[in-house]
């Protein structure tokens, strides 16, 4: 006996599953039964279970009986006149499995897989990959993991990600100005919108090197191209701000801040703002400038000082442009939110022009950063004077094995020569013979090299290069975003120690393993240099060996501790020891520093 | 002629005896000779460590650099050769902590040459090595409930292998176990407790302690691998038991090996230890298929070893060792480091790195290491 479940609930027992399970299948193609109805037989707890809730994962699959699918030739060409794709579910050709009926499916990838013992076919041996996969042309030839590289870049490319972006408000997100079509393409790009939401630009490649500048996955770029559009973007960032009310009837004020109020920056920093105290669009503006200005009541009542006679002193409390940022201010919204409360957004826009360490990428997982952009007089040349938008080192092939992207290259060669797009489709592509023999009709090498010439001297290459077209997408990581100095500026308060983070105009730490590094390389006083952001000047007695101090009233130096006649001595050291002596004074151990001469 | 050599005495010594062979064989001349000198004189004094050269930390880092990609790599060869040995990271872990045990411990015994050459000599002596317990002679355990005893079913046929009768098996069982009463019946033995009442746990106990029970064989040799190197057989094994190895006739006691560094110490020396710390080192690098310069491999060898006995890398090994408080309570469990130092009042002379770099100032390494003196003129003059 084999108990039945109907969406987990218990229905009944049968006395034989398989034949219980085949008659409710054929009920169902039979369409007497819903086709949202799933069956499975669990052999290994004997348990027949009936799946119809929602919220399940399906996908279509051609029905085959006795090792034929049901789905012919014949019926394909009807579809779209006479039938339909429901007209086939209907009918029980087509049905939809989930995720445990399929663990009683038997599944052919192609038809020339079919065996007696297939129960179902894949409609296309493309449904195995999913979105970002299905894009990539030639992928049956390529690693498995690069194809998985291949989709993360995908999703980090720029394009058109949405076709309201001009109305929406989304948090850091780029818009690619010329996106393009692939040439070389799957027939997945139709289907997906892919066609109409393109992310990427088909561009001339050469695989060579150019003076060392592109070593490793480094790539070069043609100046020419960079002026013309190639890999532009704008990106768009927001920045919001709430007038918040708060007990006791305060809330903040959105105006140009007086001069009054605590922590007002300098009148400069205002100028964009308009009477209303927000930025009016397409305003320049820079780094640490107010986009909106906000005073709000002090933080705690008690900083109302009982004499002051301006009782009501507020803060300055504006949104203003980070260390490092800049840009034109794209929009100004003004509305209110949930709460009832005054709510700004302001967008802000700028140009993103290719520059050295903006991150590109093939389709196929081939990622590179821009090492060098060259004037296109500089760059190398063909016999028939085209010049290659990027130049990528060969030697990120070999170990890669990424054959997709070399046939790609042809294939965009031929297609852009041809004037038509080639079908790249996974495991039922346009054949590489095919590609080559057109390459050679059109009056080219058929392996996609040609003779090249050094743009600066002029002379010709001794070896033929590899150029062909490619779909190259830009990332979305952009120096820009992550470049990151500083001299001096910001410390921490405890420590005296530079503080962290790009955004708050930190430091990078030199941290233990380099500092092991300026050790072993014996660079003892670059090491004590790198190291003096904190030193400070401490006045020690020599008494007792405590930290005195400075008296700036009687301009000595004193020790609190032995007070009268003791000899006190000015000494440099980080600020960070000191810190550690007063942790040893709260541990009740009584540091004591002796002082010897240097000299 | 040795006259010559004696001013050139800062030369090792396995460089002039080669020099003094090559004379030989070229018949130098005098003059010639001391050319040869000269230059091998300047070619060694260049090759030579530069005062002030911080060799702990080049060698820590010729360490570190090459066992962050071991981490990576190790896992990868679980369950590949017959016997699972600790290899890469972990391995290396274990010799620079210097742990009492190794978690695979190993022996290479060589044969003296008479017995080494024949496989079936050679798998006899090693089924010799091998330690054999109770649970491998036996061929079941029966717990007796209603006489409150343990059976124990002997394998004739091991035991016929092993060349060793019921008798002498009741004997040694009898002997390692004190409060028993062992009795031989046929083909198996019978142990009973001579505590009065046996519970049942106890006599599952008793049952569990009869399978450990050592009865012929190298003590703690669980495994044998006799394997051809060259033109002999070694025999690996898995456990290490030196001393008793050592004891065994046909063995060639110099050529012994375990991998274990402290019966290595024990029962060799702590020479014999450190030659164990530096190949065991390379043997798990050059197994990663990486290159670590011998000289760092030496050099953490020396300092594990120099007190004469065997010292970890670890806050109770050598760096406990350190002159300076600062710098023992920079690496792990600063506080106890600082508050004994304050009960006897240590005083710290700031004579090393880490104590420098956390003041801020030169480190005694490099160009810090060396000071400038120069005669002042008197100013008031």
Same mark, same amino acid.
């Given at each position: 006996?084999?108990?039945?479940?109907?969406?987990?609930?218990?229905?009944?027992?049968?006395?034989?599953?398989?034949?219980?399970?085949?008659?409710?299948?054929?009920?169902?193609?039979?369409?007497?039964?819903?086709?949202?109805?799933?069956?499975?037989?669990?052999?290994?707890?004997?348990?027949?279970?009936?799946?119809?809730?929602?919220?399940?994962?399906?996908?279509?699959?051609?029905?085959?009986?006795?090792?034929?699918?049901?789905?012919?030739?014949?019926?394909?060409?009807?579809?779209?006149?006479?039938?339909?794709?429901?007209?086939?579910?209907?009918?029980?050709?087509?049905?939809?499995?989930?995720?445990?009926?399929?663990?009683?499916?038997?599944?052919?990838?192609?038809?020339?897989?079919?065996?007696?013992?297939?129960?179902?076919?894949?409609?296309?041996?493309?449904?195995?990959?999913?979105?970002?996969?299905?894009?990539?042309?030639?992928?049956?030839?390529?690693?498995?993991?690069?194809?998985?590289?291949?989709?993360?870049?995908?999703?980090?490319?720029?394009?058109?990600?949405?076709?309201?972006?001009?109305?929406?408000?989304?948090?850091?997100?780029?818009?690619?100005?010329?996106?393009?079509?692939?040439?070389?393409?799957?027939?997945?790009?139709?289907?997906?919108?892919?066609?109409?939401?393109?992310?990427?630009?088909?561009?001339?490649?050469?695989?060579?090197?150019?003076?060392?500048?592109?070593?490793?996955?480094?790539?070069?770029?043609?100046?020419?191209?960079?002026?013309?559009?190639?890999?532009?973007?704008?990106?768009?960032?927001?920045?919001?701000?709430?007038?918040?009310?708060?007990?006791?009837?305060?809330?903040?004020?959105?105006?140009?801040?007086?001069?009054?109020?605590?922590?007002?920056?300098?009148?400069?920093?205002?100028?964009?703002?308009?009477?209303?105290?927000?930025?009016?669009?397409?305003?320049?503006?820079?780094?640490?400038?107010?986009?909106?200005?906000?005073?709000?009541?002090?933080?705690?009542?008690?900083?109302?000082?009982?004499?002051?006679?301006?009782?009501?002193?507020?803060?300055?409390?504006?949104?203003?442009?980070?260390?490092?940022?800049?840009?034109?201010?794209?929009?100004?919204?003004?509305?209110?939110?949930?709460?009832?409360?005054?709510?700004?957004?302001?967008?802000?826009?700028?140009?993103?022009?290719?520059?050295?360490?903006?991150?590109?990428?093939?389709?196929?997982?081939?990622?590179?950063?821009?090492?060098?952009?060259?004037?296109?007089?500089?760059?190398?040349?063909?016999?028939?004077?085209?010049?290659?938008?990027?130049?990528?080192?060969?030697?990120?092939?070999?170990?890669?094995?990424?054959?997709?992207?070399?046939?790609?290259?042809?294939?965009?060669?031929?297609?852009?020569?041809?004037?038509?797009?080639?079908?790249?489709?996974?495991?039922?592509?346009?054949?590489?013979?095919?590609?080559?023999?057109?390459?050679?009709?059109?009056?080219?090498?058929?392996?996609?090299?040609?003779?090249?010439?050094?743009?600066?001297?002029?002379?010709?290459?001794?070896?033929?290069?590899?150029?062909?077209?490619?779909?190259?997408?830009?990332?979305?990581?952009?120096?820009?975003?992550?470049?990151?100095?500083?001299?001096?500026?910001?410390?921490?308060?405890?420590?005296?120690?530079?503080?962290?983070?790009?955004?708050?105009?930190?430091?990078?730490?030199?941290?233990?393993?380099?500092?092991?590094?300026?050790?072993?390389?014996?660079?003892?006083?670059?090491?004590?240099?790198?190291?003096?952001?904190?030193?400070?000047?401490?006045?020690?007695?020599?008494?007792?060996?405590?930290?005195?101090?400075?008296?700036?009233?009687?301009?000595?130096?004193?020790?609190?501790?032995?007070?009268?006649?003791?000899?006190?001595?000015?000494?440099?050291?980080?600020?960070?020891?000191?810190?550690?002596?007063?942790?040893?004074?709260?541990?009740?151990?009584?540091?004591?520093?002796?002082?010897?001469?240097?000299? | 002629?040795?006259?010559?050599?004696?001013?050139?005495?800062?030369?090792?010594?396995?460089?002039?005896?080669?020099?003094?062979?090559?004379?030989?064989?070229?018949?130098?001349?005098?003059?010639?000779?001391?050319?040869?000198?000269?230059?091998?004189?300047?070619?060694?004094?260049?090759?030579?460590?530069?005062?002030?050269?911080?060799?702990?930390?080049?060698?820590?880092?010729?360490?570190?650099?090459?066992?962050?990609?071991?981490?990576?790599?190790?896992?990868?060869?679980?369950?590949?050769?017959?016997?699972?040995?600790?290899?890469?990271?972990?391995?290396?872990?274990?010799?620079?902590?210097?742990?009492?045990?190794?978690?695979?411990?190993?022996?290479?015994?060589?044969?003296?040459?008479?017995?080494?050459?024949?496989?079936?000599?050679?798998?006899?002596?090693?089924?010799?090595?091998?330690?054999?317990?109770?649970?491998?002679?036996?061929?079941?355990?029966?717990?007796?409930?209603?006489?409150?005893?343990?059976?124990?079913?002997?394998?004739?046929?091991?035991?016929?292998?092993?060349?060793?009768?019921?008798?002498?098996?009741?004997?040694?069982?009898?002997?390692?176990?004190?409060?028993?009463?062992?009795?031989?019946?046929?083909?198996?033995?019978?142990?009973?407790?001579?505590?009065?009442?046996?519970?049942?746990?106890?006599?599952?106990?008793?049952?569990?302690?009869? $399978?450990?029970?050592?009865?012929?064989?190298?003590?703690?040799?669980?495994?044998?691998?006799?394997?051809?190197?060259?033109?002999?057989?070694?025999?690996?094994?898995?456990?290490?038991?030196?001393?008793?190895?050592?004891?065994?006739?046909?063995?060639?006691?110099?050529?012994?090996?375990?991998?274990?560094?402290?019966?290595?110490?024990?029962?060799?020396?702590?020479?014999?230890?450190?030659?164990?710390?530096?190949?065991?080192?390379?043997?798990?690098?050059?197994?990663?298929?990486?290159?670590?310069?011998?000289?760092?491999?030496?050099?953490?060898?020396?300092?594990?070893?120099?007190?004469?006995?065997?010292?970890?890398?670890?806050?109770?090994?050598?760096?406990?060792?350190?002159?300076?408080?600062?710098?023992?309570?920079?690496?792990?469990?600063?506080?106890?480091?600082?508050?004994?130092?304050?009960?006897?009042?240590?005083?710290?002379?700031?004579?090393?790195?880490?104590?420098?770099?956390?003041?801020?100032?030169?480190?005694?390494?490099?160009?810090?290491?060396?000071?400038?003196?120069?005669?002042? $003129?008197?100013? $008031?003059?």
């Amino acid at each position: 006996m084999t108990e039945v479940y109907l969406d987990e609930k218990y229905i009944g027992e049968v006395d034989s599953p398989r034949e219980f399970v085949k008659k409710v299948r054929s009920e169902r193609r039979k369409n007497n039964l819903p086709n949202a109805l799933n069956i499975f037989y669990d052999s290994d707890l004997n348990e027949v279970k009936i799946e119809m809730s929602r919220g399940r994962a399906r996908r279509p699959l051609i029905v085959v009986e006795n090792g034929k699918p049901l789905l012919t030739d014949k019926m394909i060409e009807k579809l779209g006149t006479e039938l339909t794709w429901s007209d086939f579910v209907k009918k029980g050709i087509i049905e939809y499995l989930d995720a445990s009926e399929e663990e009683n499916a038997f599944v052919a990838l192609d038809e020339k897989d079919l065996t007696t013992k297939h129960t179902h076919l894949e409609i296309n041996p493309i449904t195995i990959l999913g979105i970002c996969s299905s894009l990539v042309p030639y992928a049956n030839f390529n690693a498995s993991s690069k194809l998985i590289i291949g989709n993360k870049f995908q999703k980090q490319s720029l394009g058109l990600y949405a076709s309201n972006f001009l109305i929406r408000m989304d948090t850091d997100v780029s818009v690619l100005h010329y996106p393009q079509i692939p040439i070389v393409r799957s027939f997945m790009s139709d289907i997906y919108p892919h066609n109409e939401y393109p992310n990427g630009q088909n561009i001339v490649i050469a695989l060579m090197s150019y003076e060392g500048y592109n070593m490793q996955d480094a790539i070069i770029l043609n100046k020419g191209s960079v002026d013309r559009g190639l890999g532009r973007s704008t990106f768009f960032k927001p920045y919001k701000l709430e007038e918040l009310r708060y007990s006791g009837g305060l809330k903040d004020d959105i105006i140009i801040p007086d001069k009054e109020v605590k922590g007002y920056k300098s009148e400069r920093d205002y100028r964009y703002l308009e009477e209303d105290g927000i930025i009016y669009p397409e305003a320049k503006i820079n780094e640490e400038e107010v986009i909106i200005g906000k005073i709000s009541p002090p933080r705690f009542l008690g900083e109302l000082e009982e004499f002051s006679i301006a009782a009501n002193i507020r803060r300055e409390n504006s949104v203003t442009l980070k260390h490092g940022e800049s840009g034109i201010v794209d929009m100004v919204v003004i509305t209110e939110n949930e709460e009832g409360n005054k709510f700004i957004q302001v967008r802000l826009r700028e140009q993103r022009i290719p520059e050295l360490g903006d991150k590109f990428a093939s389709r196929h997982g081939q990622k590179g950063v821009v090492g060098l952009i060259v004037p296109q007089e500089d760059m190398p040349i063909t016999a028939a004077g085209i010049t290659p938008d990027i130049i990528f080192s060969p030697h990120s092939i070999p170990t890669r094995m990424t054959i997709s992207h070399l046939i790609e290259i042809i294939g965009g060669k031929v297609g852009s020569l041809s004037g038509k797009y080639i079908d790249g489709t996974t495991f039922d592509s346009r054949s590489e013979q095919s590609i080559r023999e057109e390459l050679a009709s059109l009056g080219f090498r058929e392996d996609g090299t040609e003779v090249m010439y050094n743009g600066i001297t002029g002379e010709r290459y001794k070896v033929r290069i590899y150029v062909g077209n490619i779909y190259y997408q830009k990332l979305k990581y952009m120096v820009k975003n992550k470049l990151q100095s500083r001299a001096s500026g910001k410390v921490q308060l405890l420590t005296r120690q530079p503080i962290e983070g790009r955004a708050k105009g930190g430091g990078i730490r030199l941290g233990e393993m380099e500092k092991d590094c300026l050790v072993a390389h014996g660079a003892s006083l670059l090491l004590k240099e790198r190291f003096d952001s904190d030193k400070t000047i401490l006045y020690v007695c020599e008494n007792c060996g405590m930290v005195g101090m400075y008296d700036h009233f009687k301009s000595r130096k004193t020790c609190p501790k032995c007070s009268g006649n003791v000899e006190i001595s000015a000494i440099e050291l980080s600020y960070a020891f000191k810190l550690l002596l007063d942790e040893l004074k709260s541990l009740c151990i009584y540091p004591k520093l002796i002082l010897r001469s240097k000299y | 002629m040795s006259k010559i050599y004696e001013s050139y005495l800062e030369l090792p010594s396995p460089i002039i005896e080669e020099i003094k062979k090559l004379v030989i064989k070229y018949k130098l001349s005098d003059s010639d000779l001391k050319e040869v000198l000269n230059r091998t004189k300047k070619a060694y004094e260049n090759k030579l460590i530069e005062p002030g050269e911080a060799i702990g930390i080049v060698t820590a880092e010729s360490f570190g650099e090459p066992s962050t990609q071991m981490v990576l790599r190790t896992f990868h060869f679980a369950g590949v050769s017959e016997m699972n040995i600790t290899v890469g990271l972990p391995r290396l872990i274990e010799i620079f902590d210097a742990r009492k045990e190794p978690s695979t411990p190993i022996m290479e015994i060589y044969l003296q040459k008479k017995y080494s050459e024949s496989p079936t000599r050679v798998k006899e002596i090693a089924e010799k090595i091998k330690g054999n317990t109770l649970q491998d002679l036996a061929s079941e355990f029966l717990l007796n409930i209603m006489d409150s005893h343990v059976e124990i079913k002997l394998s004739r046929n091991k035991m016929q292998e092993l060349n060793i009768n019921s008798k002498q098996m009741s004997d040694i069982v009898q002997n390692a176990l004190k409060t028993v009463i062992v009795q031989q019946d046929r083909d198996s033995l019978i142990i009973k407790s001579t505590a009065k009442d046996t519970k049942l746990s106890d006599l599952y106990k008793l049952k569990e302690k009869c $399978k450990e029970i050592h009865i012929c064989g190298l003590k703690g040799i669980t495994q044998v691998l006799p394997m051809k190197e060259g033109d002999e057989f070694v025999i690996y094994t898995a456990g290490s038991n030196l001393k008793e190895a050592l004891e065994i006739e046909e063995v060639d006691a110099k050529r012994v090996k375990t991998n274990n560094l402290f019966e290595m110490a024990n029962i060799l020396g702590i020479e014999a230890a450190r030659q164990t710390i530096i190949n065991e080192s390379i043997k798990v690098i050059k197994e990663q298929g990486l290159s670590i310069d011998i000289r760092h491999i030496m050099f953490l060898a020396d300092a594990m070893t120099k007190s004469g006995v065997i010292k970890g890398v670890t806050r109770s090994g050598i760096t406990k060792e350190k002159e300076s408080v600062l710098a023992k309570a920079s690496f792990e469990t600063p506080i106890p480091h600082l508050v004994n130092a304050s009960l006897v009042g240590e005083r710290d002379s700031l004579n090393s790195v880490i104590e420098n770099v956390m003041l801020n100032q030169p480190v005694p390494l490099g160009t810090g290491l060396p000071g400038l003196m120069a005669k002042m $003129k008197d100013t $008031k003059k």
